[in-house]
Antibody, heavy 122, light 107 residues
Framework: QVQLVESGGGVVQPGKSLTLSCAAS????????IHWVRQAPGKGLEWVAV????????YYADSVKGRSTISRDNSKKTVYLRMNSLRAEDTAVYYC???????????????WGQGTTVAVSS | DIQMTQSPSSVSASVGDRVTITCRAS??????LAWYQQKPGNAPKLLIY???TLQYGVPSRFSGGGSGTVFTLTISSLQPEDFATYYC?????????FGQGTKLEIK
C-alpha cells in the first residue's frame, strides 16, 4: 500500500547532528515532491523543507536554513533530512509527506508518515 | 513569507451543529490552499485541496470555499469523530506555511 515511513529520531545533545530518513513504498516515487513537517510538543504544524521530485531543487524554512540539508535517493525511494547544530527548539515530531507535482492546482499533502521524534537535550 | 491566520483558535460545538473555520492569508494565494484534520497522537489528514476540492474518502459534510486571501472550512453536521484540530496551509510560495490551528471541542 502507499506508505511513508520515517526513522532516525532520538535523543541528541545540543549542537550535535542527526539524519532523518523517509522511506516510500507503493507509489511512483519520482512523481512526487517530498516535504518534512514538524510539530513541537503541544504546538501546531511547521513546514520544514521540501525536495523536488527530480531532486534538483530544495527549499527550507528560515528556522532550519543553513543548518539542514534535504536530499533524496530515487533508487532507494528514500528522502533524508540532515540536521546540524541542533537546538532545544528543534525538539518535535518530524513527519514526511508527499505532494504531487502540478502547475495547475495544489493537490495537498495526501500521504503522511507516522512521524519520528527528535528530542534535543543535554 | 505568507502568514496564515485562522479564526477562531478554538470552538466548542455539539453533535449536529454546523461549524465554519476561517483562514486568512497575508497576501493573495489564489486557490493554493489545503485543509487538514489532526487528532492527538496522529499525523494530519488531508481533507480539502485546491481550496474547495474534497479529498477522496472524506465525508461530504466537509466543504471548503474561498479564493485569494479568505478561505473557509465548513462542517455541515458535526459527528463525534470530527472533534479534532484543523489546520489550513498555503502552497502559493515557499516557505509553505500553516495556520496556527483551530481546536474543535465538544460542548
Amino acid at each position: 500500500q502507499v506508505q511513508l515511513v520515517e526513522s532516525g529520531g532520538g535523543v541528541v545533545q545540543p549542537g550535535k547532528s542527526l539524519t532523518l530518513s523517509c522511506a516510500a513504498s507503493g507509489f511512483t516515487f519520482t512523481n512526487y515532491d517530498i516535504h518534512w513537517v514538524r510539530q513541537a510538543p503541544g504546538k501546531g504544524l511547521e513546514w520544514v523543507a521540501v525536495i523536488r521530485s527530480d531532486g534538483n531543487k530544495e527549499y527550507y524554512a528560515d528556522s532550519v536554513k543553513g543548518r539542514s540539508t534535504i536530499s533524496r535517493d530515487n533508487s532507494k525511494k528514500t528522502v533524508y533530512l540532515r540536521m546540524n547544530s541542533l537546538r532545544a527548539e528543534d525538539t518535535a515530531v518530524y513527519y514526511c509527506t508527499r505532494v504531487g507535482r502540478s502547475v495547475v492546482q495544489y493537490s495537498g499533502m495526501d500521504v503522511w508518515g507516522q512521524g519520528t521524534t527528535v528530542a534535543v537535550s543535554s | 513569507d505568507i502568514q496564515m491566520t485562522q479564526s477562531p483558535s478554538s470552538v466548542s460545538a455539539s453533535v449536529g451543529d454546523r461549524v465554519t473555520i476561517t483562514c486568512r492569508a497575508s497576501q493573495g494565494i489564489s486557490s493554493w490552499l489545503a485543509w487538514y484534520q489532526q487528532k492527538p497522537g496522529n499525523a494530519p489528514k488531508l481533507l480539502i485541496y485546491a481550496a474547495s476540492t474534497l479529498q477522496y474518502g472524506v465525508p461530504s459534510r466537509f466543504s471548503g470555499g474561498g479564493s485569494g486571501t479568505v478561505f473557509t472550512l465548513t462542517i455541515s453536521s458535526l459527528q463525534p469523530e470530527d472533534f479534532a484540530t484543523y489546520y489550513c496551509q498555503q502552497a502559493k510560495s515557499f516557505p509553505y506555511t500553516f495556520g496556527q490551528g483551530t481546536k474543535l471541542e465538544i460542548k
